[in-house]
């Protein structure tokens, strides 16, 4: 009797990691997302949002160059500009230009910054660097909380310039290392720049 090879098609599963054959799957978590509880998936994400910020106040947490900040989010970000807004917007005359003068400012000037840095041949991506400025400007919305609540002008100078320097020490830290090294100068210049418009926005709100 003739031999028939028989043909067994591989099978491919999905989920968070790499699609392979023989059911084998390569993923970070090792587990498919999708039938995990949503609680579950709100909190990997709060405590993704929180190792960026710990990266952004806390010197010690960029030994790695900013290896977590990499893994891109847009929560965080979103929530800080949301946060800076309101508060801006509570003692404007005009609260919802004001409102609207923060988000103009970070998201189109967070795509000006990682335009020119990617013009300028860095190696990031663009959600990557919109990430990155928007969780830095994290020390400027704690400068503006602490302003809100005192409402002394002279505290309200010390704060943002703490703010200000603190911001853009994080986030220079981490564009300078994905930069080419003859260019950085021409990359960090605009990160700066964002930043004191940021900076004089809470001042002259």
Request: charged share 15%; with cysteine.
């Amino acid at each position: 009797m003739a031999y028939e090879p028989t043909y067994q098609s591989p099978q491919f599963h999905g989920g968070d990691g790499m699609v392979t054959p023989s059911g084998s799957i390569e993923s970070q978590q090792g587990r498919c997302t999708l039938d995990e509880p949503v609680t579950e998936t709100i909190m990997r994400d709060l405590r993704s949002i929180g190792m960026k910020l710990k990266y952004v106040m806390l010197p010690r947490a960029r030994e790695d160059k900013g290896q977590g900040l990499r893994e891109w989010d847009l929560w965080g970000p979103l929530v800080l500009c949301l946060a800076l807004g309101i508060m801006l917007s509570m003692h404007a005359e005009q609260a919802s230009l004001a409102f609207g003068l923060v988000f103009i400012i970070v998201w189109v000037g967070s795509g000006i910054v990682t335009i020119n840095a990617l013009l300028l041949k860095g190696k990031i991506s663009f959600f990557q660097s919109v990430c990155v400025l928007g969780y830095c400007i994290f020390p400027l919305v704690i400068a503006a909380f602490c302003s809100l609540m005192l409402n002394v002008i002279w505290l309200k100078v010390i704060f943002v310039t703490i703010g200000f320097t603190w911001a853009t020490g994080a986030s220079v830290n981490f564009m300078s290392e994905l930069l080419p090294e003859d260019r950085k100068a021409l990359g960090v210049y605009p990160v700066w720049l964002f930043y004191v418009a940021i900076a004089w926005l809470i001042l002259i709100s």
